[in-house]
C-alpha cells in the first residue's frame, strides 16, 4: 500500500491572512516560515520564488517585520529560521534599547576581545554604532556570507550578555540568555559553513 503524503502548502495570500486572524494550522505555518527563510537567505530560484520574496518584501515593509518573524519564532535553533528568528530579536532589542544596548557592549568588550573584533563596532560605540551593526548583520541575511553574518551577530550577543552580567543593574538571567543565542548562532555559522543549515 503507497501512502501519500501532502505536500506543504507554498504560503500565498490565504496562509497571510489566517496568520493574520490566528487560524492557521501550526505545520503549515513553520513550512511555510522556513521557506520565506531559506529563500530570504538562499535567494529565489525561480520566477514563483522571486514573486513570493517580493510579496514578503513587501509585506515586510507594510506591516512591519516582526509579521514574517513571527512565522520563525518556534523554529529550532539550528535552522536558517531559527537564526533570522535570533537576528530578528537582536535588532528588534537594539531598536527598543539603543543607549542600554551600547552601555552593555561597552561593559562587555574588555571581557570579550576577540569577539569585538569580529564584531565590529567602532570605540567607542554609542547607540548609533551599535544600530549601525545590527543593520549590517542583517542586511548581510541574502546574499554568499551568510556565515559572516552570523558569526558577527553572535559575537555581538556575546559581548552585550557578558557586559550585562558586568554591570551592577545587570540581570544575570537575561545575560545567560544572550550568551546562549550567540552560542546558537555561531552554531548556525559552522553549520552554514559546513553546507548543513537548512
Not at 501512502?3 to 493574520?20: S, T
Not at 570579550?112 to 548583520?137: I, K, N, R, Y
Not at 545575560?175 to 559552522?190: G, P
Amino acid at each position: 500500500m503507497t501512502e501519500r503524503f501532502n505536500k506543504p502548502a507554498l504560503p500565498g495570500a490565504e496562509l497571510f491572512e489566517a496568520q493574520a486572524d490566528g487560524t492557521s494550522d501550526p505545520a503549515e505555518m513553520a513550512a511555510a516560515g522556513h521557506r520565506i527563510a531559506n529563500l530570504l537567505v538562499r535567494g529565489p530560484r525561480n520566477e514563483a520564488d522571486k514573486g513570493l520574496v517580493d510579496r514578503v518584501l513587501h509585506l515586510a515593509d507594510a506591516e512591519g517585520l516582526g509579521v514574517i518573524a513571527d512565522l520563525w519564532s518556534h523554529a529550532a535553533a539550528d535552522t536558517v529560521a531559527g537564526s533570522l528568528w535570533r537576528l530578528y530579536l537582536l535588532r528588534t532589542w537594539v531598536y527598543r534599547s539603543p543607549q542600554q544596548a551600547a552601555r552593555e557592549y561597552a561593559a562587555g568588550k574588555a571581557f570579550a576581545p576577540v569577539h569585538e573584533v569580529l564584531a565590529g563596532v567602532v570605540d567607542p560605540p554609542g547607540p548609533d554604532e551599535v544600530m549601525s551593526l545590527v543593520d549590517t548583520c542583517v542586511r548581510g541575511v541574502v546574499g554568499e556570507d551568510f556565515d559572516v553574518t552570523l558569526d558577527r551577530a553572535a559575537a555581538f550577543a556575546h559581548i552585550v550578555g557578558v557586559g550585562r552580567a558586568q554591570l551592577e543593574t545587570g540581570d544575570p538571567h537575561s545575560a545567560a540568555k544572550l550568551v546562549d543565542t550567540a552560542m546558537h548562532l555561531r552554531r548556525c555559522a559552522e553549520l552554514e559553513r559546513a553546507a548543513r543549515l537548512h
